[in-house]
């Protein structure tokens, strides 16, 4: 999607933190999404973020949300090797009706 | 039961042929949506359906038209298949907030 960007890929050791960056374009988006996707599967809503809070923790993770540079990030605490996954941000641009979706970034967690 | 249901999983066929694929729902959500699923793309709307009366065109819809036969089910047809639509497809659905997304089609077009 060409209104979110996120890396392609990232590699972590199992129980390391990873962080995982998404850039947006859209300041006006209400919510703000990330996706998992497991392999051979569709992807299944992890957490989202309202527009008005920077940041919002959920068990192992951890969204943290920066309107004025746009950039949204999602942090796994103690990564394991099931958290293996393609991650996707989302949002919902005005003017649009549906989500448009960063392409995804591949996380790798090795034992 | 899965909530939303793809058919078919996989499918090969042959540039020119027409092909549809179909999904199914039991959230009971009005909205309904098209995505295909490119390498390093990130998912691409192709079309989206508020209603049942209510088609509109997502950002990549040429080449593929759909039918949403009732609340519970949305189609896609490719009409004329060729190689780039090779690809996989994702329906979902969703009420205003969270989508939820089928298993998806994985189509290959020789």
């Known amino acids: 999607g060409e209104d979110v960007e996120q890396s392609l890929f990232l590699s972590v050791r199992e129980g390391d933190s990873s962080v995982i960056n998404c850039t947006y374009t859209d300041s006006s988006s209400t919510y703000l999404y990330w996706y998992k996707q497991e392999p051979g599967a569709g992807l299944q809503l992890l957490t989202y973020?309202?527009?008005?809070?920077d940041m919002k923790q959920d068990q192992r993770l951890t969204v943290l949300l920066n309107k004025k540079d746009k950039h949204l990030s999602l942090r796994i605490a103690d990564t394991q090797t099931g958290d293996s996954a393609i991650y996707f941000c989302a949002e919902i641009p005005q003017g649009r009706r549906a989500l448009t979706f960063g392409s995804g970034t591949r996380l790798q967690v090795q034992p | 039961d899965a909530d939303v249901t793809q058919t078919p999983r996989n499918r090969i066929t042959k540039t020119g042929k027409r092909i549809m694929l179909e999904c199914s729902q039991t959230?009971?959500?009005?909205?309904m949506y098209w995505y295909r699923q490119d390498p390093g793309l990130g998912l691409r709307l192709i079309y989206y359906?508020?209603?049942?009366?209510?088609?509109n065109k997502g950002e990549i819809s040429d080449g593929y038209s759909v039918s949403r036969q009732a609340q519970a089910k949305f189609s896609l047809s490719l009409e004329s298949a060729i190689p780039n639509q090779t690809a996989l497809y994702f329906c979902?659905?969703?009420?205003?907030?969270?989508?939820?997304f089928g298993p998806g089609t994985r189509l290959t077009v020789t």
């Open positions: 979902a659905t969703s009420d205003w907030g969270e989508q939820y």
């Open positions: 973020i309202f527009s008005n809070m």
């Open positions: 959230k009971g959500h009005d909205r």
């Open positions: 359906s508020f209603d049942v009366k209510d088609i």
